[in-house]
């Protein structure tokens, strides 16, 4: 039995799932969103931080899942988003837990089979996939997603592409 913590990071909300998977059965041990307020960044990074610290401190994750930043229209969202992604990853990094990254397509991908899967999809198979009562909010249905995606794809083996036109010589 292994625990995985998925992170969906937000500068205004950071969206958290952590579920326990044994075998091919997955259940949620809990769910939410870290909000934080105010217009301080440096203010909200710091709850980001505390607050991922606790939820590591009292459910002890062995692994952790991220979403990747992906490319706003508005660099200065990218920026924010990153800080925020920095801010979590580096309660992570103290306690030496292992990361996985990945991007929103491949959580998509492994969650609903499609790349392009709308906000509503995920939510929908990640309460279908964990047997949820109700429909957990879009963040924290991000960051369970990235939870289950890291569960399924955690022990697949790396694929190798075949190099193409590789063309031998003869000595």
């Known amino acids: 039995m292994i625990r995985i913590l998925g992170i969906d990071p937000g500068s205004r909300l ?3 799932g952590l579920i326990e998977v044994a075998g091919n059965r997955s ?3 809990s769910t939410g969103c ?3 307020e105010g217009e301080n960044l440096a203010g ?3 709850h980001i931080h505390e607050g991922i610290s606790q939820i590591l401190d009292e459910f002890q994750p062995a692994e952790v899942a991220i979403e990747n930043i992906f490319m706003y229209r508005n660099a200065d969202s990218a920026l924010k988003l ?3 992604r920095g801010a979590a990853l580096s309660a992570v990094a103290i306690r030496n837990l292992p990361v996985h990254e990945y991007t929103p397509t ?3 991908k492994a969650i609903v089979g499609r790349g392009n899967a709308g906000k509503e999809q995920v939510q929908h198979m990640v ?3 964990l047997a949820l009562n109700k429909y957990p909010q879009a963040d924290a ?4 997603a990235a939870a289950l995606c890291h569960s399924h794809l955690r022990n697949q083996p790396i694929e190798i592409s075949p190099r193409r036109n590789r063309r031998w010589r003869s000595l």
Do not use: E, N, Y
């Open 82 to 84: 990153g800080q925020a």
């Open 127 to 129: 309460k279908a996939m």
């Open 34 to 36: 870290i909000r934080t």
């Open 141 to 144: 249905a991000d960051a369970l």
């Open 14 to 16: 950071t969206g958290f």
């Open 106 to 108: 491949q959580i998509k």
């Open 44 to 46: 909200r990074l710091k």
């Open 27 to 29: 259940i949620c041990i």
